[in-house]
């Protein structure tokens, strides 16, 4: 089983529309939870980072269930910018240093 | 402030060549990490180095592979020799350890293609 397991996609919405992305964690001792965003043929960037009590950014809403080993991205809104891959990606235990990626989920947007 | 600098940023080479890709890690930034991306594994941590050493290689696929960093400004990933199943983009990113707040910054990657 893969340490972090997302929905590969794509997502085609429409703009203006809300998506919600999803990822499976499978080490329960996980500390930290991220979103990295990875436009095509870029580097990754931090989206932002999940607490445990959720979190929001502007149209973007974070949110992490430890005891399903969940975490959720949710997209209000969406922009043709906002088109990109959404890696969800966690730290096991030892800190922010070691950072497992999932396979990531596409998203395009569309006028 | 530059950000993470990886050279080449392209790499065609024949199966068996040696392939050696360079990283300079944004100044002040005490981890380096080297991970491979491919469409059928996602993104891998390969190794990481915390000021300058080793502390986690688990993730270099084999003997062909090997990682250095000399000095905290520079780091070198080696495939030698080249298969064709190493094509990928292999990135390299550095993060600020005492104040990492999960933030790591990635280099452009260097594509290879092994053929």
């Known amino acids: 089983r893969k340490e972090v397991e997302q929905d590969p996609g794509p997502f085609n919405v429409p703009e203006g529309a809300t998506v919600a992305f999803n990822c499976t964690y499978s080490?329960?001792?996980?500390?930290?939870f991220f979103w990295y965003r990875q436009d095509c043929r870029k580097e990754p960037k931090l989206l932002m980072s999940?607490?445990?009590s959720g979190n929001e950014d502007g149209r973007f809403t974070a949110q992490l269930n430890r005891a399903s080993q969940y975490i959720s991205l949710l997209i209000r809104d969406s922009k043709l910018s906002d088109s990109a891959t959404y890696l969800c990606v966690v730290s096991p235990s030892g800190g922010y240093n070691k950072l497992i990626f999932g396979a990531g989920t596409r998203l395009a947007v569309h006028p | 402030d530059a950000g993470v600098i990886q050279s080449p940023r392209h790499e065609v080479t024949e199966m068996g060549q040696e392939v050696t890709l360079r990283c300079k890690p944004i100044s002040g930034h005490d981890y380096l990490f080297w991970y491979r991306q491919t469409m059928m594994r996602g993104l891998e941590l390969l190794i990481y180095?915390?000021?300058?050493?080793?502390?986690?290689d688990s993730g270099m696929p084999e003997d062909r592979f090997s990682a250095k960093m000399p000095n905290a400004s520079f780091s070198t990933l080696k495939i030698q020799p080249s298969e064709p199943r190493d094509s990928a983009v292999y990135f390299c990113a550095s993060s600020l350890g005492q104040q990492n707040t999960g933030e790591l910054f990635f280099g452009e990657g260097s594509r290879l293609t092994v053929l």
């Open positions: 999940v607490y445990s």
């Open positions: 080490n329960s001792a996980s500390q930290s």
């Open positions: 180095f915390n000021n300058n050493v080793p502390i986690d």
